[in-house]
């Protein structure tokens, strides 16, 4: 667990294209990203309570075969600006590096600001209100998903007794124990924004009503 009197302080190289070492800063009250033109101020800072959703996964670069991996993290303001966070390993190199790189920057946006968010939808679970993560409806009764299985995208509310899930490597899902088939939703961490805190929030929920997957 990070101290949050901690500065956390990273460089970014982006690739072979863009070698330039860019700073990152997180800390408790802002994050800043040297991530515009280098001439004058060059830094995007986002106040923690401007920070409101992220994502982050790996895209394989591949011609004919896979000669690579781009590691991205996107933050999004409430003005709905976007910080991306990228970098690039070619033919394995740096790789270990990379990949723990990535998961130290994960790990210091979750101490230091989307731990706190999680805490509070969790709070207001608890206190019986409603509130929205992304698509996902959460309420006393149940909780409401866009369901994708149908040719039609629709919303379905799934009791609380009868919801389930299921993680994979990129990507967790949501289904009715009843229904499976027809009413479900994969969330994405790369291409679905604050995917981690939805999974965290509804598996605080579940625990707490004592629902566990079959």
């Known amino acids: 667990m990070i101290n949050k009197m901690d500065q956390k302080e990273f460089i970014i190289r982006r690739g072979i294209t863009d070698n330039y070492p860019r700073k990152l800063f997180i800390n408790q009250n802002e994050l800043k990203f040297e991530s515009k033109d280098l001439r004058n101020d060059s830094f995007v800072t986002f106040k923690k309570d ?15 075969f896979t000669f690579g991996r781009e590691y991205i993290i996107s933050i999004r303001s409430n003005d709905n600006q976007i910080i991306k966070i990228n970098f690039k390993t070619y033919f394995g190199r740096k790789k270990d590096e990379y990949h723990k790189l990535c998961n130290e920057i994960l790990l210091s946006l979750w101490d230091f600001y989307f731990g706190d968010l999680t805490s509070n939808y969790i709070q207001k679970s608890e206190q019986g209100e409603e509130f929205k993560i992304g698509e996902v409806i959460f309420n006393k009764d149940g909780l409401s998903i866009i369901s994708n299985s149908s040719l039609k995208q629709k919303s379905v509310l799934i009791p609380w007794e009868k919801v389930r899930t299921k993680r994979y490597s990129t990507y967790f899902a949501i289904y009715s124990k009843d229904d499976a088939v027809n009413v479900n939703r994969g969330y994405s961490y790369l291409n679905d924004w604050n995917t981690t805190v939805l999974l965290n929030v509804l598996n605080a929920v579940l625990a707490k009503k004592n629902i566990v997957n079959d």
Not at 53 to 59: H, I, L, N, P, T
């Open 50 to 64: 401007q920070i409101l959703e992220y994502s982050y996964g790996v895209k394989w670069m591949q011609y004919k």
